[in-house]
């Protein structure tokens, strides 16, 4: 099938779902209704098409709706939005296996089938890309920031209607299998339609952290060991080696539970509770396969390893396996104890994975060596892989919480011991005596303490770490990490709490300022024979894309990320230490999201080396694990992607372009920085023309919209409100602002030969003009100006004018520089999605500023939750929120 007749069947589909969904609201809210939405899909495109006369009817038609039109018009065009999404998802793993299939088409980019061959016709040899396969140590974080706006029940309603759409793939279908999806489709959408899709609560830290675990369970639990096969696939026939049976390239991190950055409802009990509850879900998945064994290795012969651990048993694989069960189950029953705060014997409970592999492994090698070998190669091979991937807890929980709590609890600390407050001595004294205690035997809490309410969780996290051992937990992150003395002090903590295998204190630096003196501060500490003894060697750095953007702008944020990557990497390697650099990203492109491929590629040379972490977050999660096939293509991309920065790093960039970067650096964070902290106006307008406010309502996340209970300002706003407000009435303003004066000057200054060589040569500069002409393609700032229009003093619409302006100016200058006539010019599958979607976000563009107009006039329950419906469904239609 050709890419034409495959986009036809991605049509075929949303068609199909469209019509199900109108047959829908005929059914279930009358003729009246569907009437009413076909009226206003109707005027949406053709205002789409430039009809002015269709655009003021829609205007008027949207804002004539009664309190009982606007919820059902709203859940209408949302749920369409929802469900070309799950269209698109399903035809992305379609094509997958079209592509699969066709024996004359070129594997997909990014994939294994593509990226060895690649990269052997390179500088690399086989052996080289065997060991680096190998070597890999790619973790992905998985965390709740609150950017997923849909329930969980929609999800797996959405998930379920995904399955049917594959069903209907099938060629061999009968008439009666044929009309067995229709109705499951038809079922699914009336179920949809009539289930609320707003939640009526925050989700708490647990409830979060179970959605993290339903992903892991119902997705990538069977995606893992197929991507492992195909890995051992690729090796086999490129290498002539096959993948080892403990490879684990890639693992699974969290930060659900375990992120008490400025979000207090995340405390030590929350955190033990899900570490529990992640072991408790990974001995239920794995007893299930261990059942699945042991009805299938049902021979008798065995090799003397085997015989010796199970005598003269007739059946010794299945006495060897259900002996394994046994202690799963306990381990089970120990996990629900201990939730219920009772210390149970751990007897033969499993609290090391290599008592949980070791059988596996027994059995595995035995049935090689007695001509079961094939057996040995399927179920079995899949639960030995899985062991290595998600060891005894799924995941592995991080700790993370901001600098100046710790530097709180060492002050009430210093102050009870009568040395004065920590948080009053300078940087030089802190260090001192940081090192000083972490190199004494004594006692460093007086038994008398009383810390305050936030002093006291801080203590009680790190003994809470102490009790749950290391095996379940990952890094300790500290946010806004600014000294050396910030990492030190977390070290003294995990001592001074009885943490006996600490984990390791990986530093966030995530402004403009920390990040330009992050390679400082890390000299400071391996200076530090102290240090350097603890690290051994290995050290772990994180980089924040949010806080970054939000500080001086995107161009800017780029491009200090860039560089103290690179100084970070240098003195790395001065100093003989292995540095895994972690970043932070977010879904929006405003906070370091973007195609991963090219994301992974963009990175300074030296700066990858084979190990990688990164965060996923939010509706990143759905979008890139929600289903198989999807979740399966993810975990390629990051492998091929990583190995080609090991192997093939791109070249240094020029000294001529640094030269320019810095300039447009200069102009861009000036530009930003002018508007969005010096222009007084500027957080009034902001404030009058999205729906910040109402986003903070959003019962989306755990966490507060805001740092602090302040007066709103941009430092103390979180990146993610920021970006999803912007994003929501489509100005999508974090992504591009100061881009357009930087670029624009340059152009004026003769350097547009420079910068389009910088475009068509560096990676790093390539992704970034990529990233934003896609936001300036999915932006519209007309129909930002409608919310002017409706919301915004007169006296402030100067600003809003301004920021168009800006728009469209930095619109021509990206254009001018890529060379393309319209935006997404050289990704005709994202300007189709984006036309196909826009006639189905404007109503609700509209419907919103309509909602927020009525909301803020009066304090209506049923007006909120109309305007939490077009969130939602704006959000769906931009396919990212913050």
């Keep these: 099938m050709s890419i034409q007749d495959s986009d036809a069947a991605l049509r075929d589909d949303i068609r199909l779902l469209g019509e199900m969904l109108g047959d829908t609201l005929k059914e279930q809210e009358g003729t009246d209704l569907f009437d009413t939405v076909e009226r206003i899909r109707a005027l949406a495109k053709q205002a789409r098409a430039g009809d002015q006369g269709a655009a003021e009817a829609l205007e008027q038609e949207l804002g004539s709706l009664d309190e009982h039109q606007i919820m059902p018009v709203a859940r209408a065009f949302s749920q369409f939005l929802n469900l070309a999404n799950i269209a698109e998802q399903h035809h992305r793993v379609r094509r997958s296996r079209e592509w699969a299939r066709s024996p004359d088409a070129s594997p997909l980019k990014g994939s294994l089938a593509e990226a060895f061959p690649r990269l052997l016709q390179g500088e690399t040899d086989p052996e080289a890309l065997y060991h680096a396969a190998c070597e890999l140590d790619i973790e992905l974080v998985l965390t709740a920031h609150p950017t997923e706006t849909q329930r969980r029940t929609m999800l797996q309603k959405y998930n379920r209607i995904a399955r049917l759409l594959d069903g209907r793939d099938r060629l061999d279908l009968t008439p009666d299998e044929t009309e067995e999806v229709t109705a499951g489709l038809r079922r699914e959408i009336i179920g949809a339609w009539q289930s609320d899709e707003i939640r009526r609560r925050r989700p708490t830290p647990v409830d979060e952290a179970r959605w993290g675990l339903a992903v892991m369970e119902q997705v990538l639990w069977d995606a893992v060991p197929r991507y492992l096969r195909n890995l051992d696939r690729s090796l086999r026939e490129h290498t002539g080696r096959a993948l080892p049976l403990d490879a684990a390239p890639i693992r699974f991190g969290s930060w659900m539970g375990g992120d008490r950055d400025g979000n207090p409802n995340v405390t030590a009990r929350v955190t033990r509770e899900v570490c529990l509850a992640g072991r408790w879900m990974a001995a239920t998945l794995y007893e299930k396969e261990i059942q699945t064994l042991i009805n299938t290795l049902s021979m008798t012969r065995c090799d003397q390893a085997l015989r010796e651990l199970v005598g003269d048993a ?22 629900e104890a201990r939730l219920a705060g009772k210390r149970p014997p751990e007897g033969e409970v499993l609290l090391d994975k290599e008592d949980l592999l070791r059988p596996l492994l027994t059995c595995y090698h035995s049935l090689h060596r007695c001509g079961a070998g094939q057996v040995a190669e399927g179920e079995l091979l899949d639960t030995i892989r899985r062991v290595s991937c998600f060891g005894l807890t799924l995941t592995r929980l991080d700790i993370r919480q901001h600098a100046d709590r710790h530097a709180d609890a060492l002050s009430e600390i210093t102050s009870a011991l009568g040395l004065g407050r920590y948080d009053q001595w300078d940087e030089e004294a802190r260090q001192r005596w940081l090192l000083s205690e972490l190199a004494s035997r004594r006692p460093l809490i007086p038994d008398d303490l009383e810390p305050g ?3 006291a969780e801080v203590l009680e996290t790190c003994r809470t770490l102490a009790e749950l051992g290391s095996d379940g937990l990952g890094a300790y992150i500290i946010s806004m990490a600014e000294h050396p003395s910030d990492i030190l002090a977390v070290e003294l903590l995990q001592k001074a709490c009885g943490v006996t295998q600490p984990l390791r204190s990986v530093p966030l630096f995530e402004t403009r300022d920390t990040l330009q003196n992050a390679a400082e501060t890390m000299r400071v500490l391996f200076e530090q024979p102290w240090y350097r003894d603890r690290i051994g060697g290995h050290q772990e750095i994180m980089i924040g894309y949010s806080d970054s953007g939000k500080d001086a702008g995107h161009l800017t944020a780029a491009w200090t990320l860039y560089q103290a990557q690179e100084a970070l990497v240098a003195l790395a390697e001065e100093n003989g230490i292995q540095l895994t650099l972690f970043h932070g ?141 912007w994003t929501q009435t489509r100005l999508m303003l974090p992504a591009w602002l100061g881009v357009g004066d930087a670029l624009s000057e340059a152009l004026e200054e003769d350097l547009g030969d420079t910068l389009r060589e910088m475009f068509q040569q560096w990676p790093f500069f390539e992704a970034f003009l990529d990233m934003v002409e896609m936001v300036l393609a999915k932006g519209d700032p007309g129909v930002a100006s409608l919310y002017d229009r409706r919301l ?61 107009y009525r909301s803020r006039l009066c304090d209506d329950e049923q007006l909120r939750r109309v305007l939490m419906v077009a969130i939602n469904g704006i959000a769906a239609g931009m396919r990212n929120t913050g």
């Design 314 to 335: 007739w059946e010794p694989y299945r006495v060897l396996l259900k002996r394994l069960r046994a202690r799963l189950r306990l381990t089970q029953r120990w996990v």
């Design 453 to 455: 309410e936030e002093a």
């Design 585 to 725: 990203r977010g879904g929006s492109i405003g906070r370091g999201g973007g195609p991963t491929h090219a994301a992974v590629l963009s990175l300074p040379p030296g700066s990858v080396k084979g190990t990688l972490r990164v965060t996923e977050q939010g509706e990143v999660i759905q979008s890139k694990f929600g289903l198989p096939g999807i979740a399966l293509r993810n975990l390629e991309i990051y492998t091929a992607a990583v190995l080609e920065a090991t192997l093939q790093p791109p070249a240094e960039p020029r000294p001529e372009w640094r030269e320019v970067m810095d300039r447009l650096s200069d102009t861009a964070c000036g530009a930003y920085r002018g508007l969005v902290k010096e222009t007084p106006e500027f957080i009034e307008y902001f404030q009058a023309a999205t729906p910040v406010r109402e986003i903070g309502q959003l019962a989306i996340g755990s966490r507060p919209a805001k740092r602090n209970q302040k007066a709103l300002t941009v430092d103390n706003l979180r990146a993610i409100p920021w970006i999803f407000a």
């Design 792 to 852: 915004v003093p007169k006296e402030l619409h100067g600003m809003g004018e301004q920021l168009r302006g800006r728009y469209h100016k930095t619109l021509d200058a990206v254009l001018s520089v890529t060379g393309h006539e319209r935006p997404l010019a050289d990704f005709p599958v994202v300007r189709r999605a984006v036309d196909v979607r826009n006639p189905y976000v404007d109503p609700l563009n509209l419907l919103q500023a309509e909602l927020l």
